[in-house]
């Protein structure tokens, strides 16, 4: 029995360690998404202010979907025009948007790694093939252009 007790004092230390580093990574992770939207409260002007909140919420979506390297995505429908924001971390990212036919709808692609935006304007059932040499993200987004009468 003597040898269980410090067994058990091991695994609560490292218990313990693991709470804290939890702990201090959720505090790190909380603290640098408000960062940007700390940035946006300021702002005056309600065009603007609206635009920045617009931008940081953006960054707390979990994209649609996403990979390394290449992947050919499960068909998805759209009923409105819709965004589809992209981005790659490599130098090579081509992406087709494809009809559910298989029919090229676009060829989109990003030289270099970065972000880019295309407008599906029409509803319809579509899929991705996705060519990239790094890891990517892509996000189905509703379209933000407010309408006029």
Not at 127 to 148: A, M, Q, Y
């Amino acid at each position: 029995m003597t040898a269980a007790r410090p067994l058990r004092t091991l695994h609560l230390a490292m218990a313990s360690c693991c709470l804290t580093a939890c702990a201090t990574w959720c505090a790190t992770a909380s603290a640098s998404s408000n960062a940007g939207i700390l940035e946006c409260l300021p702002i005056r002007d309600d065009i603007g202010r609206l635009a920045c909140f617009d931008r940081e919420a953006r960054k707390l979506v979990e994209p649609r979907f996403a990979g390394r390297l290449s992947k050919i995505t499960e068909p998805f429908s759209i009923e409105q025009p819709t965004l589809l924001r992209y981005q790659s971390d490599g130098p090579i990212f081509v992406l087709y948007l494809k009809a559910a036919d298989g029919a090229v709808v676009q060829n989109l692609h990003i030289g270099g790694g970065g972000e880019a935006t295309y407008l599906i304007e029409q509803p319809g059932t579509y899929f991705l093939d996705v060519n990239g040499s790094e890891s990517w993200r892509i996000w189905l987004e509703p379209e933000t252009t407010p309408k006029t009468n």
